[in-house]
């Protein structure tokens, strides 16, 4: 089996979301594999933007209730259009905060120690932030993180095994924080299996889907999660700074967040300005202050796509393309000593790929040079990350002939092999 470019360029024209390309600022001299820390910018998110401004432009104040999407609905409007995203119920998502700010608020509204029940389980490769977001919520509640947050270790630096988790759950832990996929590694976790077990043990779930949603399909819903927060600015292509996600299960309806703010309040009584708060009986009500119209505008224009195309064909042209794009690897530079770190069954890994070699930073910094846009993610990771919205075949096929290039050419030697500030 030799993968040629004849069979890419024949890929590419049976691909059958390849307009949707033309809907997005490509930079044409350059291949773009970075989509999971950043999504490209589209020409509908930039008229969803736009069309926001002519708002304030034209309404002022009335932006608020009236304009083709007035403000005081937004954020809700938009948790309606991402719910099929993971499978949610229309009221169970709701668009505000960060994904660090929104793990806080969930962690202060579901983090209930009770008796001997008062550790939270992360893993040991989770995101900095939410790691940092946990420790401070326990030290909030008198806990030391040291005793109190139970980190899964990883048994070879990349991935997490399940089992692991497993065996970590008992009757001493309140909460079970993961990400869906790994950031570095790609892994993606089995999150309807790990849920139930949780709920065995009585343990809360609660998932960072940055690296997953819009890439892959979640049953959110159906498969009890109790909540789940994400990012729109990676997969979703909001922009950076886009405002972030989350998902609270309709089960937990009726509690009230742990940090209360008037945008959480019942729409109907916000304007009571009373100092007795009203909760939204939705997932609205994890809203804490004003929502950034701006920031969350260019989201509608994007989820547009999303809604045209679905998360099934995206899922699966993904998995081809990384799949490919995993095959080319072994075919072209099987003598440069890479590794690939993510998993390589479609069940156990996210959208990304995820290369281990000893010189990742530099030969980062040389992709750059000659127009490959990967990132590098410490120890020695490149993540190489095609996106079914508008990755060409050919583009996967450049990118190893050129990684090929570097390589025998040792054209990342005339760089250091240190991370960038912004890596
Ligand atoms: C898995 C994961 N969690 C958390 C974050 C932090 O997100 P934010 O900076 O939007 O709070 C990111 C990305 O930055 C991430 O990839
Ligand atoms: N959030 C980011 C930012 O503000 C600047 C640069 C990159 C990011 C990222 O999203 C990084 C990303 N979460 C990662 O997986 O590493």
Redesign the pocket.
């Given at each position: 089996m030799n993968i040629t470019f004849e069979e890419m360029k024949q890929w590419d024209s049976k691909d059958e979301l390849k307009d949707f390309r033309k809907e997005f600022y490509i930079n044409e001299n350059s291949i773009y594999l970075d989509g999971n820390s950043l999504g490209l910018l589209s020409k509908r998110a930039e008229q969803a933007l736009l069309d926001m401004l002519e708002s304030w432009k034209n309404l002022g104040i009335d932006g608020w209730m009236k304009g083709k999407n007035p403000w005081f609905y937004f954020a809700e409007k938009l948790g309606e259009l991402s719910a099929p995203l993971v499978g949610a119920r229309k009221e169970e998502v709701i668009v505000t905060g960060?994904?660090?700010?929104n793990l806080h608020q969930l962690l202060a509204t579901f983090y209930e120690p009770n008796g001997r029940r008062t550790k939270i389980v992360a893993d040991a490769l989770n995101?900095p932030?939410?790691i940092y977001a946990i420790q401070s919520m326990l030290k909030l509640k008198g806990y030391d993180p040291s005793e109190h947050l139970v980190q899964v270790e990883s048994r070879d630096g990349r991935l997490i095994d399940e089992q692991d988790i497993l065996f970590s759950l008992n009757e001493e832990v309140a909460l079970l924080i993961l990400?869906t996929v790994l950031?570095r590694s790609g892994q993606l976790l089995d999150i309807q299996k790990i849920t139930q077990e949780a709920h065995k043990h009585g343990i809360l779930v609660g998932w960072?889907g940055?690296?997953s949603v819009g890439a892959i399909a979640h049953q959110f819903h159906d498969w009890e999660v109790d909540f789940a927060y994400w990012?729109n600015y990676k997969y979703l292509n909001a922009g950076p700074g886009g405002v972030?996600a989350l998902f609270v299960h309709e089960k937990h309806f009726g509690r009230t967040p742990g940090l209360t703010g008037w945008f959480g309040s019942k729409k109907e009584k916000q304007f009571d300005m009373e100092h007795h708060f009203t909760p939204a009986e939705t997932s609205g009500t994890y809203q804490i202050g004003t929502p950034h119209i701006f920031s969350m505008a260019p989201l509608l224009g994007s989820l547009g796509m999303f809604d045209e195309v679905g998360m099934e064909k995206i899922r699966k042209k993904s998995l081809h393309q990384t799949r490919i794009l995993m095959d080319l690897i072994e075919q072209e530079l099987s003598e440069y000593h890479f590794v690939i770190a993510n998993p390589t069954e479609d069940a156990r890994r996210g959208g990304h790929v995820s290369l281990e070699h000893p010189e990742a930073a530099r030969i980062c910094k040389s992709l750059k040079e000659y127009g490959v846009v990967p990132d590098f993610r410490k120890p020695s990771i490149i993540r190489l990350a095609p996106v079914a919205l508008y990755t060409t075949y050919e583009e996967i096929f450049q990118t190893i002939e050129i990684l090929k290039k570097i390589m025998k050419e040792k054209h990342y030697e005339k760089f250091s092999n240190e991370r960038e500030v912004v890596a």
């Open positions: 960060s994904t660090t700010s995101f932030s939410d990400p950031y960072d940055c690296h990012c972030g």
